[in-house]
């Protein structure tokens, strides 16, 4: 076998290596660090890379013997850049450059964000663009006009808080577990939507940007008037109305951004993809405009190290020795 990419992600708090052929995925493995970072009720930058120091080169060893493969048989080492976590991100950056450099093979440095929209590239049933996608992650929540596999163009974003932390940061509100989305989700099974009143915010609003920090104020209000015994007693109907605002949001402005005709495919990436009530409403609303819906699996939604194989087949590749003194960047707005 020849022309393999050997993946490595590592810009939040899963270490992840993976090895491509092309669309297909070999091997995709990640190592989650959420136990170290429970206890803290969220990620701790420094914990996390030292965390990726020790999981980094195992993980990258037990992804080519998962795909059955030696590095002899890599074509180019491919790791995300960024955005992220800076010292998360030196880590897996640092073990592409030096697996790399000493084979002499390029290195491909790939946009972490175009990553959950590449996961849609993968097989089974690889999605062609034109499409549009719903990047609703920890750190982003956008919509993100995909026209060809090179990139995308951001046609409206989120003004404040990701959709991923305001799931993260009510969840902890909750008094639930980290991480928080599916924590939520879980508790949100046994509860009444309609309970509370939450605010869908950004409806009346013409663009396609986002708002979430209005609805995480209304759920602290709501916990504030019910008091610790009410919350421990509403905490299902309080999850439920939570989601069900948040997923509103969400499926209210794709239906804007379908509304211009445009669009014939739509694709979910990050996180929030992975909840169950999002892809329920998408799907329906998907249906109803008769548009084609793509839902890659749960476990490519979160982060994982085949999205960014998936990018990096599409993305310039760096000579030996030119990315020796490459470095990775924390915010998006560095890498424009
Ligand atoms: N079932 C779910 N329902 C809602 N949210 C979820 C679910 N599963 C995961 N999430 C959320 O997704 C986020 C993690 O997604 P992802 O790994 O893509 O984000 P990230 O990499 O931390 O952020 P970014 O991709 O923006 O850098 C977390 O905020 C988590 O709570
Ligand atoms: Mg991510």
Redesign the pocket.
Known sequence: MAGLILAIET????TCAAVLDGPRILSNLISSQHAAHASFGG?VPEVAARHHLELTAPLVEAALAEAGVSLDEIEAVAATAG??LIGALLVGISTAKAIAAARRLPLIPVD??QG?VAANFLEPEPLEPPFLCL??????TLLAAVRDQFGHEVLGQTRDD????A??KS?RLLGLGF???????REAAAGDPEAFEMPVAMTRDPGLDFSFSGLKTALVYRCRDLGPEGVGERRADLAASF?AALVGQLTAKLKRALKRGEWEAVAL????????P?RAAVAELCERQGVRLKLVP?AL???NAAMIGSAARFAPRMPYPDYLAYDAFASAERAA
Do not use: I, K, W, Y
Not at 11 to 14: G, H, L, T
Not at 135 to 140: L, N, R
């Open positions: 810009s939040c708090d899963d990620v955005p992220g972490h964000l959950h990047v609703a992650s920890g750190g982003h990701a959709a991923g932390e799931f993260d969840a991480p928080g989305g599916p924590a939520l989700e989601q990436g990050g996180g929030v993809a992975a909840n169950g999002l749960s939604c979160t982060d």
